[in-house]
T-cell receptor, first 114, second 111 residues
Framework: DAGVIQSPRHEVTEMGQEVTLRCKPISGHDYLFWYRQTMMRGLELLIYFNNNVPIDDSGMPEDRFSAKMPNASFSTLKIQPSEPRDSAVYFC????????????FGPGTRLTVT | SQQGEEDPQALSIQEGENATMNCSYKTSINNLQWYRQNSGRGLVHLILIRSNEREKHSGRLRVTLDTSKKSSSLLITASRAADTASYFCAFLSGSARQLTFGSGTQLTVLP
């Protein structure tokens, strides 16, 4: 298996622009998580899905952030409009129920908003 | 959410020495996991210990869990330069299906 796939790996955009991050989880995994990592705040859980349904989005910082999972093999995290404080590394992770919830992380998307 | 706390925040040792990192948490847990993150990469699962276990080994890794003290430690024996990374504890508690991650320990192994 190719593991969790994220795209793009790097994104540089100007303040006010829309940003869309993409994730393909490991085939067969039924949980998908979006995290944000910064030096100041560490690793923060933004939202997670179970069987494509959002379960907990309490970590989503503002209404500017939205996430979707239209099917079992694809999820997006959108920021609109983006702001410089959104600059961070965004990780997607997936896991399988019954496997002690061990998570498999993607390589991350480094977002820079200027 | 309640984060785990790790100490030390940073640790620098010579190759061949042992490295010990500690994690504390505040709630009862189902299991506790340790992850490694190399610079610029995603986190990689290392080892899991269940709440009814006290010690677990995997290669050069040894994890202990003390539920009475709500703490865990990760020992890396005979460290190598390639072990240089950030190490995070993460725990699963209650009916939650998401992990709560600690703040991480940055380990540097000097050749």
């Amino acid at each position: 298996d190719a593991g969790v796939i994220q795209s793009p790996r790097h994104e540089v955009t100007e303040m006010g622009q829309e940003v869309t991050l993409r994730c393909k989880p490991i085939s067969g995994h039924d949980y998908l998580f979006w995290y944000r990592q910064t030096m100041m705040r560490g690793l923060e859980l933004l939202i997670y899905f179970n069987n494509n349904v959002p379960i907990d989005d309490s970590g989503m910082p503002e209404d500017r952030f939205s996430a979707k999972m239209p099917n079992a093999s694809f999820s997006t995290l959108k920021i609109q409009p983006s702001e410089p404080r959104d600059s961070a590394v965004y990780f997607c992770a997936s896991s399988l129920v019954g496997a002690s919830y061990e998570q498999y992380f993607g390589p991350g998307t480094r977002l820079t908003v200027t | 959410s309640q984060q785990g706390e790790e100490d030390p925040q940073a640790l620098s040792i010579q190759e061949g020495e042992n490295a010990t990192m500690n994690c504390s948490y505040k709630t009862s847990i189902n299991n506790l996991q340790w992850y490694r993150q190399n610079s610029g990469r995603g986190l990689v699962h290392l080892i899991l210990i269940r709440s009814n276990e006290r010690e677990k080994h995997s290669g050069r890794l040894r994890v202990t869990l003390d539920t009475s003290k709500k703490s865990s430690s990760l020992l890396i024996t005979a460290s190598r330069a390639a072990d240089t990374a950030s190490y995070f504890c993460a725990f699963l508690s209650g009916s939650a299906r998401q992990l709560t991650f600690g703040s991480g320990t940055q380990l540097t192994v000097l050749p």
